[in-house]
């Protein structure tokens, strides 16, 4: 007899009252608790079936179910084992799994759906930030063309001013008798001086104290000079003038005159004539007042004899233009008109202003 186990009798263990052997008991294995022992439930009642326990039994820790075997009633289920219907799991007995959540792989569309639509969003940023990139350098691009356009139209602009004005100036050199005569007549007058007539012109600034200046021929005046009187007239159109002889100059044939009247003064040319250059000679011949003539300076005369410099030219002139301005096209007196060859035809003389301006000093 194996020493720990026995029965009550006395039998070997292994050996039923009848002598049939009984198998022994596997290590580790322990008989349950009979009924109502220990927290085992009770025999059930005649009907066969357990009452539900309201709270979880107890579960003695000594006897927990063996692998391979269900969980006895009132015995939490081992693990691997789920609990049987009608008793839940012990404390400290982990439960089984839950099963799968219904809908989780529903709930991942939405992320998914949500992160695709950052993705196009980026992209979509990227793609205008790209366009917007290239869209700021065309517009430099053209900013730059737009400015050596602009360059471009500013040098040819200047280059067409440039043109104009050599144009302009060209057209100003150009002798115009016409413009020439509007510019001059209205400074120019017929002088009357006892019983001769002749004619003087405006010159320089207003005088002192108010006035206008003039030249004439001291020949036109050397009567009412010699005669010792000093009063003239200046006649245009229906009106009259009185002028006064101020200063004479008999060698170069030059009179100074003042008047009260004011009237615009002519000015002078800075430089000596040249041969060839054309001119516009105005005066009243025969007393005919405003009358216009053209030719060209056909030389410069030196001093001569009891005469001073002189200026030849080809212009018509009479009796009556003594005093008259010779004037260049750029509208400037370039001398004073003073005789005519006898006898001959196309030959003038005038007196060059510089002379007469250099003697007088109101130029």
Not at 208 to 214: E, P, R, V
Not at 353 to 362: E, P, S, T
Request: proline share 12%; glycine share 12%; hydrophobic share 40%.
């Amino acid at each position: 007899m194996t020493a720990g186990f026995g029965s009550a009798d006395g039998r070997p263990a292994g050996a039923d009252p009848d002598g049939v052997s009984v198998p022994t008991p596997r290590t580790g294995w322990a008989a349950p608790p009979a009924a109502g022992q220990w927290g085992n439930p009770p025999a059930p009642p005649s009907g066969g079936a357990y009452p539900q326990p309201s709270a979880p039994p107890f579960a003695t820790p000594s006897y927990p179910a063996q692998p391979g075997h269900p969980a006895q009633p009132g015995y939490p289920a081992q693990p691997g084992y789920p609990a049987q219907p009608g008793y839940p799991a012990q404390p400290g007995w982990p439960a089984a799994a839950p099963p799968p959540a219904p809908g989780r792989k529903r709930r991942r569309w939405p992320a998914v759906l949500a992160t695709l639509l950052v993705v196009a969003l980026a992209a979509v940023a990227g793609v205008q930030a790209y366009q917007l990139d290239r869209l700021g350098d065309r517009l430099a691009d053209t900013d730059r063309r737009l400015a050596q356009a602009q360059d471009g139209d500013g040098t040819r602009l200047d280059g067409l001013e440039k043109r104009a004005e050599a144009l302009e100036k060209q057209a100003g050199a150009a002798f115009n008798p016409e413009a020439v005569a509007s510019a001059v007549l209205p400074s120019v007058f017929r002088v009357r001086a006892g019983q001769f007539t002749g004619t003087a012109f405006a010159v320089g600034k207003p005088a002192a104290g108010g006035g206008t200046n003039l030249f004439t021929n001291f020949h036109v005046v050397e009567a009412i000079w010699n005669g010792g009187g000093r009063q003239v007239f200046l006649e245009r159109t229906d009106q009259r003038f009185p002028a006064t002889i101020v200063k004479v100059d008999k060698t170069n044939d030059v009179a100074h005159l003042r008047t009260t009247g004011k009237f615009t003064g002519l000015v002078t040319a800075p430089a000596a004539v040249k041969s060839g250059q054309q001119i516009v000679v105005v005066g009243a011949p025969l007393g005919l007042e405003d009358s216009v003539t053209t030719g060209v300076v056909s030389a410069l005369r030196s001093a001569s004899g009891s005469s001073g410099p002189a200026i030849q030219f080809d212009a018509p002139i009479n009796p009556g233009n003594s005093g008259g301005p010779v004037i260049n096209g750029s509208k400037q007196v370039v001398g004073i008109a003073t005789a005519k060859a006898r006898d001959a035809e196309g030959i003038g003389l005038a007196v060059p202003i510089k002379v007469a301006c250099d003697g007088f000093k109101i130029c």
